[in-house]
């Protein structure tokens, strides 16, 4: 057991990936962090977007003909 253990102490092998799945993590996680923000700016954008785009329609008059 203790040789198992020195042994993966020393070798480096496949320590990419483990760097690279802890980078990933990383990423992962300050996006699902952010997502509530990012969100609100979005429905926001949106909201304002349609209240504009209703607002330059005007309803005819029937009874202008």
């Given at each position: ?15 990419d ?49």
């Amino acid at each position: 057991m203790l040789t198992i253990l020195l042994r993966l102490m020393r070798e480096d092998a496949g320590q990419d990936v483990i760097e690279y799945a802890l980078l990933t993590a990383g990423i992962g996680i300050v996006s699902v962090a952010t997502w509530p923000l990012i969100e609100t700016g979005i429905v926001n954008v949106y909201r304002d977007l349609d209240a504009d785009t209703q607002a330059i329609w005007e309803v005819p008059d029937p009874g202008s003909n």
